[in-house]
Nanobody, 129 residues
Framework: VQLQASGGGWVQPGGSLRLSCAASGFTLDSYTIGWFRQAPGRSREGVSCIGTSDSSTYYADSVKGRFTISRDNAKNTVYLQMNSLKLEDTAVYYC???????????????????????WGKGTQVTVSS
């Protein structure tokens, strides 16, 4: 049972990247899946999550309007499309699975942080000129 994040890299400000989160050993659409990031010297920051039955989505204020989370059940993969990237988006990005099947709301990260029970190695995103 594992999650594998990929798709990171180097991009100039204003550029785009698409991150992928592939699951093995379980079905992604049975759980809320979230992305969080961590920059050097900083605490983890919840970026976005996508729910199960209604695929409800939530975003950190810092990425609203720029990032889009989506799910491809056939590929058992969750994506994070990141547009208009900024210097402050530089971090290692991780995808994680919630241990709960219940829904989250706008303050999802406050609970998801404690509920997540599986995450894999992250993928580095570097935004610089």
């Amino acid at each position: 049972v594992q999650l594998q994040a990929s798709g990171g890299g180097w991009v100039q400000p204003g550029g785009s990247l698409r991150l992928s989160c592939a699951a093995s050993g379980f079905t992604l659409d049975s759980y809320t899946i979230g992305w969080f990031r961590q920059a050097p010297g900083r605490s983890r920051e919840g970026v976005s999550c996508i729910g199960t039955s209604d695929s409800s989505t939530y975003y950190a204020d810092s990425v609203k309007g720029r990032f889009t989370i989506s799910r491809d059940n056939a590929k058992n993969t969750v994506y994070l499309q990141m547009n208009s990237l900024k210097l402050e988006d530089t971090a290692v990005y991780y995808c994680a699975k919630s241990s709960k099947t219940s829904s989250y709301g706008d303050n999802w990260w406050q609970q998801f942080y404690y509920d997540m029970d599986l995450w894999g190695k992250g993928t580095q995103v570097t935004v610089s000129s």
